[in-house]
């Protein structure tokens, strides 16, 4: 997986996993994105990622997990690879060659989106239609950046009756559509060593640091 996907699936992954859409206006969702999820820290939950094509043509589907710490430190499980963003650098570990691959934060990347969205500066995109399920007590929201990255289309996410983010729906500049089916957080117990990779069993360093 290179540097530029890998950054496509944590945009909408981190934006999501760490939000509540509620409400309508930018005020209400900030409140929401702290109240519900930063008070909760530390929290773990997993997701099932199914990429493909506008015109139904199926793709790839990845299953994994999704942790913060009480830091704010944000941790992507994946079958082969472990990703850490510890809010100055990006660390990418190859469980199987055992490569650890440390990068620069570039800002105005897409994952400096995320991290936008992460402090509740929700100003990066609008919010453009909003649908309620009386029946299931789902809301579904349909949002669209006000500013780059440009490859992303538009966003449609799904929330259940009690606010937790369940299905996400991610188009792009290309017609792709990635969906995220996501569980609720629940609090987790992951130990110190999983946020620090002084301590993962490392037998190449790739440091890409200045």
Same mark, same amino acid.
């Given at each position: 997986m290179n540097a530029t996907h890998r950054y496509r699936?944590?945009?909408?992954?981190?934006?999501?996993? !760490?939000? %509540?859409? #509620? $409400?309508?206006? @930018?005020d209400s969702l900030k409140v929401a994105l702290k109240a519900r999820y930063a008070?909760?820290?530390?929290?773990q939950l997993t997701f099932r990622i199914s990429e493909g094509s506008e015109q139904?043509?199926?793709? $790839?589907? !990845?299953?994994?997990?999704? #942790?913060?710490?009480?830091?704010? /430190?944000? /941790?992507?499980?994946?079958?082969?690879? /472990?990703?850490?963003?510890d809010g100055q650098w990006l660390w990418s570990y190859d469980r199987v060659t055992r490569q650890l691959i440390v990068e620069p934060f570039?800002?105005? #990347?897409?994952?400096?989106?995320?991290?936008?969205?992460?402090?509740?500066?929700?100003? %990066?995109?609008?919010?453009? @239609?909003?649908?309620?399920?009386?029946? %299931?007590?789902w809301r579904q929201f349909r949002l669209r950046p006000a500013a780059p990255p440009d490859w992303i289309e538009a966003v449609i996410v799904a929330t259940d009756r009690t606010g937790c983010v369940r299905r996400v729906q991610i188009h792009d500049a290309r017609t792709t559509l990635t969906r995220f089916d996501l569980t609720?957080?629940?609090? #987790?117990? %992951?130990?110190? @060593?999983?946020f620090d990779p002084r301590l993962w069993p490392v037998d190449e360093l790739i440091d890409l640091r200045e």
């Open positions: 699936l944590i945009v909408p992954l981190v934006m999501l996993l !760490t939000a %509540t859409l #509620s $409400a309508v206006s @930018a008070a909760g820290l530390p929290y139904g043509r199926p793709g $790839a589907v !990845t299953e994994g997990s999704f #942790s913060r710490a009480r830091d704010g /430190r944000c /941790r992507i499980e994946l079958p082969d690879q /472990r990703i850490l963003f570039v800002r105005g #990347s897409a994952l400096d989106v995320v991290m936008e969205l992460l402090e509740g500066r929700w100003e %990066t995109f609008n919010l453009v @239609a909003q649908e309620n399920d009386q029946e %299931t007590g609720c957080p629940q609090p #987790s117990d %992951t130990s110190a @060593a999983d």
